[in-house]
C-alpha cells in the first residue's frame, strides 16, 4: 500500500507515543501500535516490513516456542525483531514495527518473529504475508473468546496468504491441514512407551474424518486429538513427517530428532510432553530454516524456559512448583494435571487459573472447567486440592464431581488463605498453578507458604 499523509501522522504520533512511554518508565505496552491503528485502520498494510516475517500461532506453546526460537537465534548471533515484550494481537506487533523503524518507519532488522494470537488473523493476516508460519497446535480455548476450533481455522485459512510456508505439528490433525494449497513441514513425535498408558481424556476435537465422515483409526492416541491417525475410507490423515522425534530419554534429557539430514540429539530443556512439543517445533523450524546442528544443538544446550511458566525452588525440603495452567483452555490445565500425577510423590495443588478480570469486568464463563480432566486428580499422589479466587467454589464443586473424596478438597477465595490450608506434614510438593493473569496472587500464595514452611523450621 502507499504510505500517505495519514500514515505518517499515524507513524510519528505513535513514535511521540512511546518516547512519552519511555520517560515516565513504563515499558511493554502497546499504546503506541493502538494509536497507529486508531489513526490509520489499516497502518499494518502501509508500514514496510522486513525481508522474512516468521508468524508463530497456536493455541498453546506459541510464547516458549517463539522465546526459545528468538534464544536460540540470538545465541547464534542472527539479529530481529520481535514483540516478546509487547501483545501479540495487532496492535502489538504495530508497535514493534514502529518501535524498530527508523523516523519515516523504514525497518532496522531484516528479520522479524512475531508470536500472533490467531483470533487476530482478520487484523493481521491480510498486512501481514509471512514467509514462514508455526503452528504449535490447534485446540479448544477459551469460549467466549474463540468460539469453538473450526471457527479459528476458518479465520487463518480465510486470511493465510498461500506463499506461507507452513512447520506444523503432524500429531495434530487439525494444525497439520491448515491451508491445504500452501507448502508444509511437519514435525512430530513417535509412538512413546508412555502413550500405551494414556489416559482417556474429556475432550477429542476430531473423531471423524472431515472428508467422509469415516471414524478415523488411530496408530496412537497421545492425549485429546493429538497422535496419529488414518481415515479407512478415503485415506485423509496424518501426514509424512518430516522431523520426527523417536526417543527420549528423560534420565539425561535428550531426544533423539529424525531429520532429512539423518538423526541427531539435543538437550529437553523440560520435563512435560509439552516441554517436547515446543522443543520439537522451534528445533524442525530453525534447522529447516537454515541453522545446522551444531548451531541449534550447542545454543539449545545454554537455552532455558521461562521460569515464570515453570520454576521449581526448594525450601525446607519441600518443593515448590510455580507453573501455569492456561485459564479457560481445558486441554492446557489437563496437560499440567496429568503432568503432576505423573511426577508422583505426594502433592498439594493451589489452584489459581481463574478470570482475573471476574469481579471487576466480567463474570467468568465456567462451563469451561467441566471440559478440564479433574478426573486426572483422583491419583492418589494428590493429597489436597485448595482452589481459590471468586469463584473457588465452582472449582470444588468441579473436583467433588470428578470423584475426588472431600476431605482432599477445600475452597479459600484469597491466595494467602489457600496457602494456609495447605498440610505441611503430608505433603512434599505444592504445585500453585496460576493463570497469565494471576501470577501476582500467585506470588502473594508461594510468600505465604515460604514463610509458614520457614516458621515451622524455626518452631
Not at 496472587?441 to 505465604?448: I, N, S, T, V
Request: proline share 5%.
Amino acid at each position: 500500500m502507499k504510505r500517505t499523509f495519514r500514515f505518517y501522522f499515524a507513524l510519528f504520533f505513535a513514535k511521540c507515543t512511546a518516547l512519552v512511554l519511555k520517560l515516565i518508565g513504563r515499558k511493554g505496552t502497546s499504546m503506541p501500535g493502538s494509536w497507529a491503528i486508531i489513526l490509520c485502520p489499516d497502518f499494518l498494510g502501509r508500514m514496510p516490513l522486513p525481508e522474512q516475517v516468521v508468524l508463530v500461532a497456536g493455541t498453546n506453546g506459541k510464547t516458549t516456542v517463539s522465546n526459545l526460537v528468538e534464544d536460540i537465534l540470538t545465541k547464534n548471533g542472527v539479529e530481529y525483531l520481535c514483540n516478546r515484550d509487547g501483545a501479540n494481537v495487532n496492535t502489538g506487533i504495530a508497535s514493534s514495527l514502529i518501535a524498530d523503524s527508523t523516523l519515516f518507519g523504514r525497518p532496522r532488522h531484516k528479520l522479524a518473529i512475531f508470536e500472533f494470537d490467531e483470533r487476530s488473523a482478520p487484523l493481521i493476516l491480510p498486512y501481514i504475508k509471512p514467509q514462514a508460519f508455526l503452528c504449535t497446535n490447534l485446540c479448544r480455548d477459551a469460549l467466549d473468546r474463540n468460539a469453538n476450533v473450526d471457527f479459528i481455522v476458518k479465520l487463518l485459512n480465510d486470511n493465510l496468504w498461500d506463499g506461507a510456508k507452513l512447520v506444523v505439528n503432524g500429531d495434530d490433525l487439525i494444525a497439520s491441514h491448515l491451508a491445504p494449497g500452501n507448502k508444509r513441514v511437519c514435525f512430530g513425535i513417535s509412538e512413546l512407551p508412555r502413550d500405551r498408558e494414556a489416559r482417556p481424556n474429556l475432550v477429542r476435537d476430531i473423531v471423524a474424518c472431515p472428508q467422509c465422515d469415516t471414524p478415523l483409526q488411530y496408530d496412537f492416541l497421545r492425549y485429546n486429538h493429538i497422535g496419529r491417525a488414518k481415515c479407512p475410507q478415503c485415506g485423509w490423515g496424518t501426514f509424512p513427517i518430516d522431523y520426527d522425534c523417536t526417543q527420549v530419554d528423560m534420565d539425561s534429557m535428550r531426544f533423539t530428532l529424525q531429520t532429512p539430514e539423518g538423526e541427531e540429539s539435543y538437550r529437553l530443556p523440560g520435563e512435560n510432553i509439552t516441554d517436547l512439543y515446543n522443543t520439537v517445533t522451534a528445533v524442525s523450524f530453525l534447522r529447516d530454516w537454515g541453522l545446522s546442528y551444531q548451531q541449534v544443538s550447542s545454543a539449545l544446550e545454554q537455552v532455558e524456559l521461562a521460569r515464570s511458566r515453570y520454576d521449581v525452588e526448594e525450601v525446607g525440603g519441600k518443593e515448590i512448583i510455580f507453573c501455569l495452567a492456561k485459564g479457560q483452555s481445558p486441554i492446557a490445565s489437563s496437560r499440567v494435571f496429568d503432568f503432576i500425577t505423573q511426577r508422583g510423590g505426594s502433592a498439594a495443588i493451589i489452584l489459581l487459573n481463574y478470570d482475573s478480570h471476574d469481579q471487576a469486568h466480567s463474570s467468568e464463563n465456567m462451563g469451561w472447567i467441566y471440559e478440564v480432566d479433574y478426573e486426572f486428580l483422583r491419583d492418589g499422589c494428590v493429597k489436597q486440592l485448595i482452589p481459590t479466587g471468586n469463584r473457588c467454589y465452582d472449582y470444588q464443586v468441579r473436583a467433588l464431581l470428578a470423584g475426588m473424596e472431600p476431605e482432599r478438597v477445600c475452597a479459600a477465595p484469597k491466595p494467602e488463605e489457600a496457602a494456609a490450608l495447605v498440610d505441611l506434614d503430608k505433603v512434599d510438593k505444592v504445585y500453585i498453578l496460576h493463570a497469565v493473569f494471576t501470577v501476582g496472587d500467585a506470588r502473594r500464595a508461594r510468600e505465604e507458604l515460604i514463610r509458614r514452611i520457614n516458621g515451622k523450621e524455626v518452631g
